[in-house]
């Protein structure tokens, strides 16, 4: 929902803000007021083509900025979208939108304060906002966005049924993708997995292990440097052993730091101090004896076999070899290797290969056009009630005997991401006229009140939240501007609505009412926005009514619009 716009140096309007509530918003004012302005203003925020000649020469710039509120069902994917672009959503869930145009054409955009291109204020507007005006693409005269709606409208279990589709759809295409490419790339694909099994082969013969370059040069150092790791150790030993040559009766370390702890020990009753003293000694013996133990076995471990050590040499240089054509160490080959058997499988073209994928292909295949029969039927039923439902509220927007039909047609080139149907909406201007698409069978005002109709029946059924009608009322007055009230004011329980209107009739549902008022006090014509209530919205309407703000029959005659309106709402 759009909570507040402002606009800045765009033609009439120097400096407004419009503050916009939920429901139904209405816009008025006297032609050349600047209430287009407003429709242009939410435009270029959401991505609209910026067109340098509405740009005020003072102050050489045009600014529009709306807050909008995330909530509902799009919030998620709205807020996705601007995280992904780089920007935050603020912590109350809401976010500043900015939209910047120069006189000289150069246009900026920012989302949360952050520099944006206009392509993402463009895709948030898909989500937040429909407009609905004699010179704007609608949303829904896009042939994907018809069938979008129509499936909305089908109801839930359609679209669990679509959804189904989607996933046995791309199922189907990967197995079909993968096998015309096996198909078409058979040679490449052979030669590639000979170059691959080539290199298998050759890891596999020399077999490296994970880590066994650094085990093995640690070996070689060893090996290397035997002699004096044997002469450190021995020294220590001998070290330990008391300084003499080591033999089995001589005393060592640990035997000496024994006499020591006994000898304190027994005069530990005189002085504790001294037994204190003894279990250090006793800690020391312990960590001695663990040591000489180990250099013991060191000792025995140590290895100067010339055999072993070319055996190493040999063993490395293979692994280099290795390393030179796959890959920078041993633990990198091994990926190599792994990696090149996963490939391997990809790359089968083998005819048994073949023959399961085309069996599953054809499995899938029926799967998929299954699916497309019975969405084609749900469909088909859907646009019936459709149709119905539109026309019944045509009847009452002064377009009697007008029909909006929806085709659902094959699609000439096979199923798609969607089904196999393309979905048009038609109308019938009058018994006899021929079918044809909306914007080829409507009239500019006519069009505006068919997608009233239109979404008036798809309330309810998703799409942006936020729907904006330029002059939906245009060629039309007396009880048909009423029933537009009424439908507009309908459509307001579930969406944000915006209108731009002339006629009281319509402005009498509002929620909010906004007036677009110009000042010519000085030596340029702005305008501003005000918002009216009370006895201000029936002198307004009394303006609309019969250009006489200030007559008394014409604010009785307003006052008794607004009674009539409010009864109409509340029932």
Not at 471 to 490: H, N, Q, Y
Request: glycine share 10%; with cysteine; aromatic share 2%.
């Amino acid at each position: 929902m759009l909570e507040e716009l402002r606009i800045t140096g765009l033609g009439v309007i120097d400096d407004t803000t419009l503050h916009l509530t939920p429901g139904m918003n209405v816009i008025t004012g006297e032609t050349g007021a600047g209430k287009t302005m407003v429709v242009t203003g939410l435009g270029l925020l959401f991505g609209g083509r910026a067109d340098a000649g509405r740009v005020r020469a003072d102050p050489g710039r045009a600014v529009v900025e709306g807050r909008l509120r995330l909530k509902g069902s799009l919030a998620g994917a709205v807020a996705t979208r601007i995280v992904e672009a780089g920007a935050e959503v603020d912590d109350d869930g809401s976010v500043l939108l900015s939209r910047t145009v120069t006189i000289e054409g150069r246009s900026r955009a920012h989302v949360g304060g952050r520099s944006m291109p206009v392509s993402v204020l463009s895709e948030l507007g898909e989500n937040v906002l429909a407009v609905h005006g004699q010179s704007d693409q609608l949303r829904l005269l896009r042939p994907a966005e018809q069938r979008a709606a129509l499936d909305r409208f089908a109801g839930p279990d359609h679209e669990k049924l679509l959804e189904t589709y989607r996933q046995a759809y791309a199922s189907w295409r990967t197995v079909v993708d993968d096998l015309a490419d096996r198909r078409a790339n058979a040679r490449a694909r052979t030669q590639e997995a000979e170059l691959l099994k080539l290199g298998l082969d050759e890891i596999t013969r020399v077999d490296p292990q994970p880590n066994e370059d650094d085990d093995l040069r640690a070996e070689v150092q060893r090996l290397e440097h035997a002699e004096g790791l044997r002469v450190a150790a021995m020294q220590a030993a001998v070290a330990l052993a008391g300084g003499v040559e080591v033999t089995e009766d001589a005393p060592d370390a640990t035997q000496l730091l024994g006499t020591a702890r006994r000898t304190l020990e027994a005069q530990a009753q005189v002085d504790a101090s001294l037994g204190d003293l003894a279990a250090r000694i006793e800690e020391a013996a312990t960590l001695v004896g663990d040591v000489s133990a180990e250099l013991s076995t060191y000792l025995s471990s140590l290895d100067a076999d010339p055999a072993r050590l070319e055996e190493i040499y040999e063993r490395r240089a293979a692994l280099r070899g290795l390393m030179r054509k796959y890959a920078d160490d041993v633990d990198g080959v091994i990926a190599w290797a792994d990696n090149a058997r996963t490939r391997l499988a990809v790359l089968d073209s083998s005819d048994e290969l073949l023959e399961e994928l085309d069996k599953e292909r054809l499995r899938q295949e029926a799967l998929v056009l299954d699916l497309c029969g019975r969405l084609t039927a749900a469909r088909q039923e859907a646009a019936g009630r459709f149709s119905e439902a539109v026309s019944v509220e045509l009847a009452g927007l002064a377009m009697p005997h007008a029909r909006v039909e929806v085709a659902v047609v094959e699609r000439s080139d096979g199923p798609g991401p969607d089904g196999a149907d393309e979905v048009e909406l038609r109308l019938l201007a009058h018994p006899g006229a021929p079918s044809l698409p909306l914007q080829k069978g409507a009239s500019g005002g006519e069009l505006s009140r068919v997608m009233l109709a239109i979404e008036v029946v798809f309330a309810g059924a998703g799409g942006p939240p936020t729907l904006v009608f330029d002059e939906v009322d245009a060629g039309v007055g007396g009880t048909a501007a009423v029933e537009i009230g009424k439908r507009l004011a309908r459509l307001a329980r579930t969406h944000q609505v915006l209108v731009v209107t002339h006629l009281p009739q319509v402005a009498a549902f509002a929620d909010t009412h906004l007036v677009v008022a110009k000042d010519t006090g000085g030596a340029i014509t702005t305008s501003g926005v005000r918002v009216v209530q009370e006895t201000d919205r029936a002198r307004e309407l009394s303006r609309m009514l019969a250009g006489l703000p200030d007559s008394d029959l014409g604010i009785a005659h307003a006052e008794e619009l607004l009674a009539v309106a409010g009864k109409e709402k509340r029932g």
